[in-house]
């Protein structure tokens, strides 16, 4: 029999067959060790194999080839990479200038890592009544920032409803992942674009302006219009996995593009005579914030880097 996986609240899977039917699921013991780098070898948006048993449950025998996924390093295990969903059409990135702060390096960790595995990203940046002047002119310099580079963006606010006539379009007969830091809002959006949801939400610190976890697994709920949104976890800090520093610059768009001018192929970017990104970081084409974070994650050798609250 054969399904979607549209739950996974730890050891069990919830599958939806084909004909309609919720399945609860779990993953032979032979099948997980195949997945020897991955804490999770069954994720939300698998098209999965399933054997049916007596008691109305069933185990994953073998999973569909992917078309894409996201992926970071654990957080417990840092040798190991956790997978948050797989089989995406896009990913939003729900980003708060403040309440809490989404810092750059934490989001181009996340556009890299989408480059990576090719998944297309829209930066949503929430919370549009509590900014002052000087919050929404920073948000505003990022909006031009990661547009020019070819990024979608969009403003909302999830409280009163601004933009969601363009997110919602956005999402229609798409499969795409909600991401980002605890307390940026992301289950206040799916609510507001999903009456029927009911997602667990919380307030931030007021004292920290950070935010606290209230959704624990990850699912798929159905658009009313068709397509899914992928509730998951948030997240503090995304450590980039399976990347060569060579390769680095190739999930950097503007970076790679200036690159093809270095005098040497294998320019790393950093020090090396005739070096075109270097010379188009001092003429402002790349901006500082963007070459600090290419910069940043090949210095992730250093395996608690990570861990800080990118």
């Known amino acids: 029999m054969h399904g979607l996986v549209i739950r996974n609240t730890g050891s069990w899977y919830s599958v939806r067959t084909e004909g309609g039917q919720t399945v609860e699921c779990k993953v032979k013991g032979n099948f997980r060790l195949k997945a020897i780098k991955n804490t999770n070898p069954v994720v939300i948006g698998d098209r999965v194999e399933i054997e049916m048993n007596n008691e109305g449950t069933a185990f994953i025998t073998a999973i569909d080839d992917r078309k894409n996924y996201m992926i970071r390093r654990s957080s417990n295990l840092s040798r190991q990479s956790h997978i948050l969903a797989a089989n995406l059409d896009q990913a939003l990135l729900v980003v708060t200038v403040n309440y809490p702060q989404t810092t750059t390096v934490f989001i181009d960790r996340f556009l890299a890592t989408a480059e990576a595995y090719s998944v ?22 990022l909006i031009r920032l990661y547009q020019t580079i070819g990024y979608s ?28 830091h605890s307390g940026v809002g992301k289950s206040t959006i799916i609510n507001r674009i999903i009456p029927g949801a009911n997602l667990k939400t919380n307030v931030i610190s007021e004292y920290h302006k950070k935010g606290m976890h209230t ?42 593009k200036f690159s093809a001018d270095c005098r040497y192929r294998n320019c790393t970017h950093r020090n090396e005579p005739g070096c075109a990104v270097l010379q188009a970081v001092a003429d402002h084409y790349i901006s500082e914030s963007r070459y600090k974070s290419y910069l940043n994650i090949l210095e992730d050798k250093d395996e608690g880097k990570y861990r800080e609250a990118y």
Request: charge should be negative; aromatic fraction near 10%.
């Open 120 to 141: 297309p990203v829209v930066l949503v940046f929430n919370k549009l009544d509590r900014y002052d002047d000087d919050d929404t002119e920073y948000m505003e310099a």
């Open 153 to 180: 963006c969009c403003r909302v606010c999830a409280l009163t409803g601004e933009g969601f006539d363009e997110l919602t379009a956005m999402l229609t007969g798409k499969v795409s992942l909600v991401s980002g």
């Open 215 to 256: 959704t624990t697994f990850s699912e798929m709920i159905p658009l009313p219009d068709g397509g899914y949104l992928i509730d998951t976890p948030g997240i503090k800090g995304f450590g980039t996995i399976e990347m060569e520093g060579v390769e680095v610059a190739h999930y950097f768009p503007e970076i790679f």
